[in-house]
């Protein structure tokens, strides 16, 4: 399928059934399979012959749906979690042991900085924070001897920061380290981070991917480009016999597939976060429009943040690809087609008018959720930071009266009489 478009891989690509097999990908709601030899069954669990034989490594519904989105990102292999967490845990813990350390842009979403920054500390495992727009000098100099990867997100959720992709692989690689891109915001419909030297790409598929806000879930997807044998020091996993598999070396065994093997037999193997295979069907139909839909989300993020801007009452406003924002420079140059769906706001009136005007929706809801086809707002001041008082907020990088808001794939019309009556209760 690599010939073809994104638009006809949405449709196209991870299942192709034989003569008389279902047009579309069964659900194998079945935790395991049958086989007629023990002595094969033994191969399985070696790894020396491939096979499923128990969901919580490999299903093929969830197989096929991660080769269709292994396929619109340009990779290798890919594989799906239960969640977008699973998949960024994972990313980062398939490589590295406690002693190792990471370097982060510091733009992330706050359950990806939650998890870098205390859960896999108390694993031993250290991150330094970078601010992305940082110089070439202070990002080379966040590097240690012990550093294992490095990580950003294509467009930050919920700060919109676009990641300079170059500047971030090009420090990665002179330290002989992979590039980790968290590609959800942009989806591979508007941004393919490998083609700007990513390695290694991650993503919610709870978000745009599922589109319709049913399913929790994940993936991870390798470019196969990473040379781990060129920097084998840094990387014994995959470079050194695994005991719990009689010793395989997955570079040796599984050439570009490795890392994703290694991700599946050893971390899907020991952690468990699968996703069901019911979810990966309802993911897959939502993959099916993912190009129609996010071409849509990103026309009407745009024509909403034209509205806002030119309104009275509204004091900023964040969109990517606005000409004038502070990112649509690189936006341009990473996604020139679109960016994303989500945009941020701010009021003259601040916080109390956020509030205000919030509570004033008729159509948009307010839920913490984004990018699925609903319009939808959040005001981090009173939700997901409300705990903090307004100067903590200003130094997590939160202004007390920014309103993320998701724009849906209503009709743009609907969506701007909707924000215009709520602005006139302000
Ligand atoms: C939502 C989100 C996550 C976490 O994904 P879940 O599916 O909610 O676990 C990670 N990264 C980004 C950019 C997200 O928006």
């Known amino acids: ?33 049958k086989y007629n030899s023990s002595e094969q069954m033994g ?21 096929a749906v991660a080769a269709k989105i292994c396929d619109l990102e340009g990779g290798v292999a890919a594989m799906l979690t239960s969640s977008g967490q699973a998949a960024n845990f994972y990313a980062i813990m398939n490589i590295v042991q406690a ?13 990806t900085y939650n998890l870098y920054a205390h859960t896999i500390r108390k694993m031993g495992v250290e991150a330094t924070f970078v601010d992305p727009d940082c110089t070439k000098e202070e990002l080379e100099a966040a590097f240690q001897e012990n550093t294992k990867a490095v990580f950003g997100e294509t467009i930050a959720n919920p700060a919109l920061v676009v990641l300079d992709f170059e500047k971030f692989a090009e420090a990665a690689h002179a330290h002989g380290v992979p590039f980790i891109v968290d590609n959800t915001f942009a989806t591979p419909i508007n941004c393919r981070p490998f083609e700007w030297g990513a390695d290694i790409v991650t993503h919610s598929t709870t978000k745009y991917m599922d589109g319709h806000a049913s399913c929790v879930g994940g993936a991870i997807v390798d470019s196969g480009n990473f040379d781990w044998d060129a920097h084998a020091d840094k990387f014994p996993g995959l470079t050194t016999p695994d005991e719990t598999y009689h010793g395989i070396v997955y570079t040796e065994r599984f050439g570009k597939g490795a890392y994703i093997t290694k991700a599946t037999a050893q971390l899907m ?66 996604m020139p087609d679109g960016s994303c769906g989500v945009i941020t706001f701010g009021l ?79």
């Open 1 to 33: 399928m690599s010939n073809y478009k994104n638009e006809t891989k949405c449709i196209q690509s991870g299942y192709q059934p034989e003569n008389g097999e279902a047009r579309i990908v069964p659900i194998y709601q079945s935790t395991t399979f």
């Open 43 to 63: 191969r399985l669990f070696d790894l020396e012959e491939s096979g499923y034989f128990y969901t919580r490594l490999q299903n093929p519904t969830n197989d």
């Open 99 to 111: 002693g190792d350390h990471i370097v982060c842009a510091s733009a992330l979403y706050g359950g």
């Open 269 to 334: 193997r020991d952690l468990g976060s699968i996703q069901a295979p019911q979810n990966a069907f309802l993911l897959n139909l939502g993959l099916e429009t993912l190009h129609l839909r996010v071409e849509r989300h990103c026309a009407n993020a745009v024509a909403a943040a034209k509205y806002l801007q030119n309104h009275e009452k509204v004091a900023w406003v964040n969109c990517p690809s606005l000409p004038g924002d502070k990112y649509y420079d690189l936006a341009q140059k990473y």
């Open 348 to 426: 003259k009136g601040g916080r109390d008018a956020a509030v205000r005007m919030m509570d004033s929706l008729k159509m948009i809801a307010i839920v913490t959720h984004v990018a699925d086809a609903r319009s939808c707002v959040l005001h981090p001041a009173s939700h997901t930071h409300r705990q903090m008082n307004d100067q903590e907020l200003k130094e997590a990088g939160v202004q007390p009266d920014l309103i993320r808001f998701s724009v849906g794939i209503e009709h743009i019309d609907d969506i701007i009489a909707d924000l215009a009556q709520a602005l006139e209760e302000v």
